[in-house]
Every structure is written in C-alpha cells, then in structure tokens.
C-alpha cells in the first residue's frame, strides 16, 4: 500500500473557513427560522443529502432529499425552531482543499457530515449525511 501526500496542501486560510462556516450557519438557521432564501443560498442545486433511517423490524433505509425538497420545506417551516438551546452549534471545518471542503455539524437534534463545493457564488453543500441526536427522534 502507498500513501501519497498531496500535491497541494489543505487552506488553513481564516477567510476560507469563515465563509464555509457562514454558508453552513445559513443552512442550519435558514432551517430553523424557517427562511428558503438563507436555505437556498447555502445549497448547490444538485444538493445529495441522506440519512440511515431506521424502519423497526426492516432494514435500515438511506432516505435522500435533494434541494428543492429541503427549500419547500424550509418555507413551510418544517424545521423552525425558536428554542435557543435547540439551536445551538457546533462547526468543526474539518478540511478545505482547492475548492471542496468537508465539515461536521452537532446540533441540539442532528449530526452531519457536510461536504461543500466553492461555485463563482461562493460555497454551497453539495452533499451531506446525518442522524438525529435527539434521543426522541430516532425515526429518521
């Protein structure tokens, strides 16, 4: 087995990861206030998310939801939350590479990998994969 270093090493630079930091904040926000513009700018239009969804006595089932799904049910207030322990943060960037990069989002409800593109918009999360992690919404 080789392992290879990369030709171009990873961005540390402080704007870099402010700006992914500040499109992830406009998906998990847009969600919570209930607001399909700040949702809409966060995600590339050809949004991948998925979650492992437990069925009971089935197998587990990967559920997708593409962008326009998650930008219809942001303005139906779906994910609207006002309670401030409920939507606190937690952005790990973990990586930025050229012009992807990849972060970990903890919430009050959810854990998600998120992988974000750099368009000539700025960065917008093109795949994500999550789970709850509110003990009460298991159900996917």
């Known amino acids: 087995m ?3 270093q990369p030709t171009r090493p990873a961005t ?5 990861v402010a700006a992914v930091v500040a499109t992830l904040e406009d998906y998990f926000l847009g969600w919570y206030d209930g607001d ?3 949702m809409r700018r966060a995600l590339h239009p050809d949004l991948a998310k998925r979650s492992y969804v437990s069925q009971g006595d089935r197998p587990p089932l990967l559920r997708a939801v593409t962008a326009a799904l998650m930008i219809g049910w942001t303005a139906e207030g779906e994910g609207r939350e006002t309670d401030p322990d409920r939507r606190r943060l937690s952005i790990v960037v973990d990586e930025i590479h050229d ?4 972060a970990r989002v903890d919430s009050a409800m959810y854990r998600e990998y998120v ?3 750099r368009t000539p918009d ?3 999360v093109a795949n994500t994969l999550w789970t709850w992690t509110d003990p009460e919404r298991r159900d996917g």
């Open 115 to 117: 992988h974000l593109v």
């Open 12 to 16: 540390t630079d402080p704007a870099d």
């Open 36 to 38: 399909p513009d700040r």
């Open 2 to 4: 080789t392992v290879q």
């Open 99 to 102: 012009s992807i990069a990849t």
């Open 122 to 124: 700025g960065w917008r």
